[in-house]
């Protein structure tokens, strides 16, 4: 009876709050507690017509589809349980600090960027370079630390976002195949980003990432032919973005190909 007592007077864990102060956090990191509201805010969001599994942990290399998006998962669920039991809480005179890797971090809605100091490019400045292709020799936006290549100016493209009119077009590579693919390149590591898309006739639009030596971070396959598709991670790390549509038409001498436009990306928390 007193043991079940002295439990009982364990406080339950802290609650995750908002952030109030712009200053708190560096550039590289989120502190646990915010990005741990991020990931469940999304996760509620993508997950939330699906049936949780006795809190199974999913290991490095599965893959799994919520709402037509295929997520590489590495998930340990360590918060979950922690919450479960109090007496996993550490003792009182040791930080709270709750360990959570989620890297299941795709995004379909541009909501979720929000949280970040944004930066969003319509394209719209683009119109004058109608029909040319984007890469070393013709760079617009380098002046901002972005490089876009493998890319072409569409001014009519019209894809469903919210500025319409501009948008980039991919560029069939390697030539020889089915594949289409455009190229994000930034010169400091970003926390997150996201686009609107268009891709009629796709199989497949797979988002990789990559670090700045070119290591690949993580990669969701977006199954619709047109939506919103981004990836956010726990830290500013995001260097390179790969975007590659893979398409059913395998006649190489047919023309098919994906948009994108409102790119919006951001490295630092509000």
């Known amino acids: 009876m007193a043991e079940m007592k002295a439990r009982n007077k ?13 200053h708190a956090t560096t550039p590289l ?25 006795h809190d199974a942990e999913l290991r490095v ?29 550490p003792p009182k005179h040791e930080p709270q600090t709750y360990s959570t890797t989620v890297r299941m ?4 809605i541009p909501d979720v960027l929000g949280r ?21 020799a013709c760079s617009p936006y380098e002046v901002i630390g972005l490089t876009i290549s493998k890319a072409i100016v569409r001014a009519d493209a019209n894809v469903n976002s919210d500025s319409r009119g501009v948008a980039l077009k991919s560029t069939r590579y390697p030539p020889e195949t089915n594949h289409n693919q455009i190229d994000l390149r930034f010169a ?4 997150g980003f996201g686009f609107f898309y268009r891709a009629p006739g796709v199989a497949s639009l797979t988002v990789k990432v990559f670090e700045g030596h070119e290591t690949q971070l993580e990669e969701a ?22 975007i590659v549509g893979v398409f059913e038409n395998l006649n190489p001498t047919q023309d098919f190909c994906f948009y994108i436009d409102d790119l919006s990306f951001g490295r630092e928390l509000k």
């Open 10 to 22: 364990i406080p339950l864990p802290l609650r995750s709050s908002e952030i109030y102060d712009e």
């Open 29 to 53: 990191e989120y502190p646990a507690y915010l990005v741990g509201t991020l990931f469940a805010k999304l996760a509620r969001q993508t997950m939330k017509h699906q049936p949780t599994q």
């Open 61 to 89: 290399g599965k893959r799994k589809c919520f709402n037509n998006i295929i997520f590489k998962c590495d998930i340990e669920p360590r918060f979950s349980r922690l919450l479960a039991d109090p007496r996993s809480q």
């Open 105 to 108: 971090s795709a995004i379909a």
């Open 116 to 136: 970040f100091r944004i930066t969003t490019l319509t394209f719209e400045d683009l119109a004058s370079l109608d029909g040319k292709e984007l890469g070393p």
């Open 188 to 191: 400091k590591p970003q926390g």
């Open 221 to 242: 396959v977006f199954c619709n032919e047109e939506g919103y598709a981004g990836i956010i991670r726990l830290r500013a790390e995001i260097a390179i973005v790969r």
